[in-house]
């Protein structure tokens, strides 16, 4: 508990942290701000603030993760790190409790934020609508929590903070456009495609075939690299 | 107090630790004391429990590092102050350290200003330290869990003379207080100035140790003669050990007794002849250590 209160401080007392947490705030007030200014008076709902608003942090949250793990390795504080806590899987646990509790925040604070921006939306005439189907909350949390958590592998995987973004944000992207032009691979990368697996869960009450991909995409892209990251960075000399 | 025993490391076929046994008892300072590359490092952190030995053990107070539960609060570990995130400041270093071993949020100015580290310098980042302020700041970061231990990697590098000279004082006051510290160097006039005891390691290997006036007193005799050349044959004929000094001296193993006898006999005039003392050490370290 303890030390997922440290690794929480650690994603944000750094200037590269700061900055990061900051542009998702900034982000999320944009989409709302764009919403409000150019989308038709019918689309002002508090459900269309929420589905974009959430873009900023999908997006950038990852990035957050991936810094988590690899920075004890590129500003080497893993010496000091594992030299007040030596069960070094308790602290990559505490990392990623912190990233679970940083993708919650991100949600709720959207859905205040959405809130708000639905409030400005009356009243320069929009439509207001309050209803969310509660699916698209959840659902909403549920893609916080996997991309995060994917970037957390990613960075525990490759423990450099460079290489481990761009294979988060390409090898997905690469395996997409691979399964596509590749017939044999195109069933597989149906389910493996976690691009594809992902985009039902912007669409209230996914099926149970769709949580069924999401699963086994979720599973090797999100669970493998964490668990291969948690080896690694388990066995790894400090120095 | 530290053991350790029969530590091992390999890395492939190369041995960067060969079977190293040592102890540290409480309210000593030991100086470990190796060139560059010698396995010190290693050595230390096999000691702290961040690298796996390939054989031996290695014990603080009896209970291997890894075992000891919240290790900070019993021993204040530096071992290299760049390892620090440049985007944290330095108070928020020791504060993060502070609340990993629960140790109350109070105690970090205190801890900062033990260091001579100011207001100022503490809300700075730390990527805009000196290496002298980041090792002050790991000696702080060291000290914050009120350890009994101490280990330290080479804490005096990118310290000014005076920094040196205070941070001598803080380790010798730690040790009077009945602490054990274990601190490492590649400078002999370094430790020797603090120390009590000196384990000195070359390629892996203790190649001396022993308290540092047992090993000064091992370190030979200093002869200086009128005719450098007629001295160097005659200490070659008794096939005495001699190793030229740096000041244009001649350090000897031998008893002073045994070298006047010989000057003497053969008509030599010696114009010093004394214990070789620190300089001695140094000579002693540079050849064992080659």
């Known amino acids: 508990m303890r030390l997922t209160v440290v690794e929480l401080r650690k994603l944000a007392?750094?200037?590269?942290?700061?900055w990061l947490l900051l542009l998702i705030g900034l982000g999320s007030v944009g989409t709302a701000a764009i919403l409000l200014g150019w989308a038709p008076d019918e689309e002002l709902r508090f459900a269309d603030f929420f589905a974009f608003g959430l873009l900023p942090p999908t997006v950038l949250l990852p990035i957050l993760g991936i810094l988590s793990m690899t920075?004890?390795?590129?500003?080497?504080?893993?010496?000091?790190?594992?030299?007040l806590v030596p069960a070094r899987l308790r602290v990559i646990g505490a990392k990623v409790a912190a990233g679970v509790v940083v993708s919650v925040a991100a949600t709720a604070a959207t859905l205040l934020l959405s809130a708000a921006a639905n409030l400005i939306g009356i009243a320069i005439g929009g439509d207001g609508g309050w209803h969310v189907e509660g699916s698209l909350i959840w659902q909403g949390l549920l893609t916080e929590l996997l991309f995060v958590g994917m970037g957390m592998g990613f960075g525990a995987l490759l423990l450099s903070s460079p290489l481990a973004i761009v294979a988060y944000f390409a090898l997905p992207t690469l395996w997409g456009a691979l399964s596509e032009s590749i017939r044999a691979l195109r069933e597989v990368g149906n389910w493996l495609n976690i691009g594809i697996t992902t985009e039902p869960l912007s669409v209230p009450s996914m099926s149970a075939g769709q949580y069924g991909r999401l699963a086994v995409s979720a599973l090797v892209w999100v669970a493998l690299p964490l668990l291969l990251g948690a080896w690694r960075m388990f066995r790894k000399e400090v120095s | 107090m530290i053991t350790v025993d029969n530590l091992t490391k390999r890395y492939g076929r190369h041995s960067a630790v060969d079977d190293v046994s040592f102890t540290c008892p409480?309210?000593?300072?030991?100086?470990?004391?190796g060139p560059n590359g010698a396995g010190k490092s290693t050595t230390l952190r096999m000691i702290c429990g961040?690298?796996?030995p390939t054989s031996g053990t290695a014990t603080i107070g009896g209970v291997p590092y890894r075992r000891i539960g919240n290790p900070g609060r019993r021993i204040g570990v530096l071992l290299d102050a760049s390892a620090q995130h440049g985007g944290r400041t330095g108070r928020e270093v020791l504060s993060l350290a502070a609340f990993t071993m629960g140790v109350r949020r109070s105690a970090v100015p205190p801890a900062l200003e033990r260091v001579g580290l100011d207001t100022t310098a503490a809300r700075r980042r730390v990527r805009r330290y000196s290496l002298g302020m980041r090792q002050r700041l790991g000696l702080a970061h060291a000290l914050i869990g009120d350890p009994s231990v101490l280990v330290l990697d080479e804490p005096a590098n990118g310290l000014d003379p005076e920094g040196i000279f205070w941070m001598r004082g803080l380790l010798r006051e730690f040790a009077d207080r009945g602490g054990t510290v274990l601190l490492s160097s590649h400078l002999l006039r370094e430790v020797e100035a603090v120390a009590d005891h000196l384990v000195v390691i070359g390629n892996g290997r203790i190649v001396a140790g022993g308290s540092r006036d047992e090993l000064l007193?091992?370190?030979?005799?200093?002869?200086?003669?009128?005719?450098?050349?007629a001295?160097?044959?005659l200490l070659d004929r008794a096939g005495l050990?001699?190793?030229?000094?740096?000041?244009?001296?001649?350090?000897v193993r031998a008893p002073a007794e045994t070298i006047g006898r010989a000057a003497a006999e053969a008509g030599l005039v010696l114009l010093e002849l004394r214990p070789a003392g620190p300089g001695g050490l140094e000579q002693l370290f540079l050849e064992l250590t080659r």
Request: glycine residues 12%; hydrophobic residues 45%.
């Open chain 1, 13 to 18: 007392d750094t200037r590269a942290g700061l």
């Open chain 1, 71 to 83: 920075g004890e390795w590129s500003q080497r504080t893993a010496l000091t790190t594992f030299a």
């Open chain 2, 26 to 33: 409480p309210g000593t300072v030991t100086g470990f004391l």
């Open chain 2, 50 to 52: 961040l690298t796996t």
């Open chain 2, 217 to 229: 007193a091992t370190a030979g005799t200093l002869v200086r003669a009128l005719d450098p050349p």
């Open chain 2, 231 to 233: 001295l160097l044959a």
């Open chain 2, 241 to 251: 050990d001699a190793a030229p000094a740096t000041d244009g001296g001649v350090v």
